[in-house]
């Protein structure tokens, strides 16, 4: 990857990762881990926090120069439109840097700052996500998912769920745990940490990428019909269809759905057999944003499988079969 130096004339776009995790789950601790284990990096980080007074700024450790603040509100809602402009100062800055870690406040819905990244052309040419890392705090975690909303969004959207504080807790704590996350989001990358350390190459996840998208969705998917995974009324279904479908009648689809019951729909990602193409067609959404990437072509000896993988809270499972199987081509 070579140097960006805020060009906008940049070669290649600069991977951003997203760090997000309930209040005190270890956000900081797992960024200064990063800092430390990336020397060879040229971190840029956007900090953003509640508070008159930006604090975590200065609680990360040896990358002062290049710490953006978005202080005083939270970048998913009322400071999104901020977030675009510190991009823009960021790139117009001359700093020299290769990647990009936006740490969220404890109550950020990540998708909404994902968002920023899929929906504004200008952004996408410069900067490209690489994936989103939720922290969970291995004590408290469970009780916080069984009230908190945005803890719950904030799994559902994560492509790396790193479980930190692990030592504070017994082993089945920590399993249960562990099996509750998996069913709430099966697409998730699960990993351990203490006090942010962990082996997992969390600046290295590709999960954008079209390889890597269909890997995942395979390993969840498989070649069954359908099944679904189950937490209370948020739940990951996965289809399977052995007929392609029509691009035109899924794309409507999927935008009228996104449309219309977005707020529920935390996230969708699946690998089609579309009619007349010979590529796999990988397909996700962020919030009311979609998009289709062509992977490689479908083998000869290899089953030409649609996967998709529906997570959002109380959906109706018949009702997305119905339609998906109604975007199924006629010919
Ligand atoms: N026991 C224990 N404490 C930890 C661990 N990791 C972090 N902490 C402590 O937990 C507290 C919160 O950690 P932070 O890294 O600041 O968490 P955060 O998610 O950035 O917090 P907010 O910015 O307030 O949302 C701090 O006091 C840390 O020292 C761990 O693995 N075990």
Not at 260 to 286: C, H, P, T, W
Request: aromatic fraction near 6%; charge should be negative; hydrophobic fraction near 40%.
């Amino acid at each position: 990857m070579s140097d960006h130096k805020g060009s906008p004339l940049q070669d290649m776009p600069i991977p951003v990762t997203i760090l997000t995790g309930f209040l005190g789950a270890g956000k900081t601790s797992l960024l200064n881990q990063l800092i430390a284990n990336h020397p060879e990096k040229k971190l840029a980080i956007i900090e953003n926090e509640f508070g008159e007074v930006p604090i975590d700024g200065d609680l990360v450790i040896g990358a002062q120069d290049n710490i953006f603040e978005l202080a005083n509100g939270c970048i998913c809602c009322s400071l999104n439109g901020e977030l675009i402009e510190t991009l823009r100062q960021l790139l117009d800055s001359g700093k020299v840097f290769d990647h990009l870690i936006i740490e969220t406040t404890g109550m950020a819905e990540p998708d909404a700052v994902a968002l920023s990244f899929v929906s504004d052309p200008g952004i996408q040419a410069e900067f490209q996500l690489d994936g989103t890392v939720c922290l969970v705090d291995a004590v408290s975690g469970q009780e916080t998912l069984l009230e908190r909303e945005e803890a719950v969004k904030q799994i559902t959207f994560a492509d790396c769920i790193v479980i930190n504080k692990a030592n504070d807790v017994q082993e089945h704590y920590l399993a249960a745990l562990q099996s509750n996350l998996r069913e709430m989001n099966p697409l998730a990358q699960i990993t351990t940490a203490n006090y942010g350390r962990t082996e997992a190459n969390l600046l290295h996840l590709q999960a954008y990428e079209a390889g890597e998208l269909e890997q995942k969705i395979k390993s969840v998917v498989g070649d069954s019909p359908t099944h679904h995974h189950h937490h209370s009324d948020v739940a990951a279904h996965s289809f399977t269809f052995d007929q392609p479908f029509d691009l035109l009648a899924f794309i409507h689809w999927s935008k009228v759905l996104l449309m219309i019951q977005g707020k529920n729909i935390y996230r969708i990602k699946g690998i089609l057999d579309v009619g007349n193409e010979n590529a796999k067609m990988v397909f996700q959404s962020v919030r009311t944003q979609s998009a289709f990437t062509r992977a490689g072509d479908w083998p000869e000896n290899e089953p030409r499988l649609s996967r998709i993988v529906i997570i959002g809270k109380n959906l109706k499972r018949e009702a997305l079969e119905k339609a998906l199987r109604s975007c199924l081509s006629k010919g």
